[in-house]
């Protein structure tokens, strides 16, 4: 078989765990019998049968009025600020927009749900493709899974009545034991037993952390705009 994205032809091949390779299309493990391998001995490019079958163009929710086009590597631009869905650079197979500097790994353009129900949370978690407040507020939300900090750029999952959010890769992760949800809810349980002043004490912690992961992203978002405007001027400079 022949693909578009590689000039040596492929053969259906069981890849056992014990020699688990990278898909070589959206980045993921690869094992099994349903997967593609260059029959070339010494290429490692393999792909699963459903990379395989990758339409070369995608109509994404995201930008109903244009289509984007699947290109095997990431073309070369001037200025690249990553997937628009996720902030990560691409690897291997992407969908380009090429006018509008809009690119999607492969995973985030074909097989992403809009909605998603997690055990640990009573409301569904809808896909937002968009920030979900004014960009001029200054909300910040912290994905509930981890615990870092969610781009106001990049696609999240949102919980609009709870306010709750994830990162596009940590929704389907599960909770454990020592997850930040539960351990808020065992939090809620040993404060109701505290009296005031302790409660008091509790509440200056939180705030002094909470403060803290402020002062950081605001001084990231310094370095950025630093960075920017420098890369501005050296790209119109006079001579």
């Not at 590689?6 to 091949?13: A, I, M, W």
């Not at 019998?33 to 395989?52: G, P, V």
Request: proline share 4%; hydrophobic share 30%.
């Amino acid at each position: 078989m022949k693909h578009f994205s590689h000039p040596h032809g492929l053969e259906l091949s069981k890849i056992q765990e014990t020699n688990e390779k990278i898909c070589s299309g959206c980045e993921n493990k690869l094992c099994g019998t349903a997967n593609y391998k260059c029959t070339k001995s010494n290429c490692e490019f393999s792909l699963h049968k459903s990379c395989f079958k990758l339409p070369r163009k995608v109509q994404h929710n995201s930008r109903p009025n244009h289509p984007v086009t699947l290109y095997p590597t990431l073309p070369e631009r001037r200025l690249y600020f990553g997937c628009n869905a996720c902030g990560e650079e691409p690897k291997f197979f992407v969908y380009e927009w090429l006018e509008c500097n809009f690119s999607l790994h492969a995973k985030w353009a074909t097989s992403w749900v809009e909605s998603v129900t997690r055990e640990d949370h009573q409301h569904s978690l809808a896909l937002q493709y968009q920030w979900p407040f004014p960009i001029d507020d200054s909300v910040y939300i912290f994905c509930k899974v981890c615990d870092g900090l969610c781009n106001d750029s990049k696609w999240l999952y949102y919980c609009a009545e709870c306010k709750l959010g994830t990162h596009l890769k940590c929704v389907t992760v599960k909770m454990e034991n020592s997850s930040s949800l539960k351990n808020e809810e065992k939090e809620d349980e040993e404060e109701e037993q505290l009296n005031n002043e302790e409660r008091l004490m509790m509440a200056t912690i939180r705030a002094q952390g909470h403060q803290a992961r402020l002062n950081f992203q605001a001084q990231m978002a310094y370095q950025n705009a630093q960075f920017f405007n420098n890369m501005w001027r050296s790209s119109h400079r006079y001579y």
